[in-house]
């Protein structure tokens, strides 16, 4: 079975800042990962896929995210924090072959002017 | 290009009383997944339906829960009799591919029905 774990259900930093929300995720086959951001009142949104091919991947409003196999990791960074992101982030997993995905329980990220 | 509409955007109901909540999905979407948030359990998926049959239905918590998917465009989620604890954020997301190779699509989630019974 898929799971996904988000270990912080927090995160504060600084304004201008670099960021990190960790995510780490167990599937027995590929994975294919997801990152979502959920404002107040609103659906969640997608921000960025990791499906195959290079282990960074760039994503919406100057996101990235690296996987890392071995680790089994796949954490969401931004260079430099603005007050605007702060907001819900949702990472998720899907196994290759199945349509079912696996939401973590989010991680609330707090930009701190 | 229009998102995923839910309708109501709220409703506040009696214990006891039929909800029906409405999904339009993006055209051309193939998949559409109803969930539900609350504070204490996260987002939960209820059910889950691949060009209008439905794939996965585990999630449903009770059989007063039911859904539909008449057409490729439209989708329900009824709860009958309705309770309390049923209080929470509905969800509707779609999205494109079968499943198998297609299944690096995201979803596109609709902006949710608060569903709140007294």
């Given at each position: 079975?898929?799971?996904?774990?988000?270990?912080?259900?927090?995160?504060?930093?600084?304004?201008?800042?670099?960021?990190?929300?960790k995510c780490t995720y167990s599937v027995s086959g590929n994975p294919?990962?997801?990152?979502?951001?959920?404002?107040?009142?609103?659906?969640?949104?997608?921000?960025?896929?990791?499906?195959?091919?290079?282990?960074?991947?760039?994503?919406?409003?100057?996101?990235?995210?690296?996987?890392?196999?071995?680790?089994?990791?796949?954490?969401?960074?931004?260079?430099?924090?603005?007050?605007?992101?702060?907001?819900?982030?949702?990472?998720?997993?899907?196994?290759?072959?199945?349509?079912?995905?696996?939401?973590?329980?989010?991680?609330?990220?707090?930009?701190?002017? | 290009?229009?998102?995923?509409?839910?309708?109501?955007?709220?409703?506040?109901?009696?214990?006891?009383?039929?909800?029906?909540?409405?999904?339009?999905?993006?055209?051309?979407?193939?998949?559409?997944?109803?969930?539900?948030?609350?504070?204490?359990?996260?987002?939960?998926?209820?059910?889950?339906?691949?060009?209008?049959?439905?794939?996965?239905?585990?999630?449903?918590?009770?059989?007063?829960?039911?859904?539909?998917?008449?057409?490729?465009?439209?989708?329900?989620?009824?709860?009958?009799?309705?309770?309390?604890?049923?209080?929470?954020?509905?969800?509707?997301?779609?999205?494109?591919?079968?499943?198998?190779?297609?299944?690096?699509?995201?979803?596109?989630?609709?902006?949710?029905?608060?569903?709140?019974?007294?």
């Amino acid at each position: 079975a898929q799971s996904v774990a988000q270990p912080e259900d927090q995160v504060n930093v600084a304004e201008g800042n670099p960021l990190t929300v960790k995510c780490t995720y167990s599937v027995s086959g590929n994975p294919y990962l997801f990152w979502y951001v959920q404002y107040p009142n609103r659906g969640l949104q997608f921000l960025l896929k990791y499906i195959t091919g290079d282990n960074l991947v760039k994503g919406s409003y100057g996101f990235e995210a690296e996987f890392n196999k071995s680790q089994t990791s796949f954490h969401l960074k931004k260079p430099s924090a603005l007050v605007s992101d702060s907001a819900l982030y949702f990472c998720a997993v899907r196994e290759g072959g199945y349509q079912k995905v696996t939401f973590g329980t989010g991680t609330k990220l707090q930009v701190i002017p | 290009d229009a998102g995923v509409i839910q309708s109501p955007r709220h409703e506040v109901t009696e214990m006891g009383q039929e909800v029906t909540l409405r999904c339009k999905p993006i055209s051309g979407h193939n998949s559409l997944f109803w969930y539900r948030q609350t504070m204490m359990r996260g987002l939960e998926l209820l059910i889950y339906f691949n060009n209008n049959v439905p794939i996965d239905d585990s999630g449903m918590p009770e059989d007063r829960f039911s859904a539909k998917m008449p057409n490729a465009s439209f989708s329900t989620l009824k709860i009958q009799p309705s309770e309390p604890r049923d209080s929470a954020v509905y969800f509707c997301a779609s999205s494109s591919g079968t499943g198998g190779t297609d299944s690096n699509q995201p979803q596109h989630f609709g902006d949710g029905t608060r569903l709140s019974i007294l």
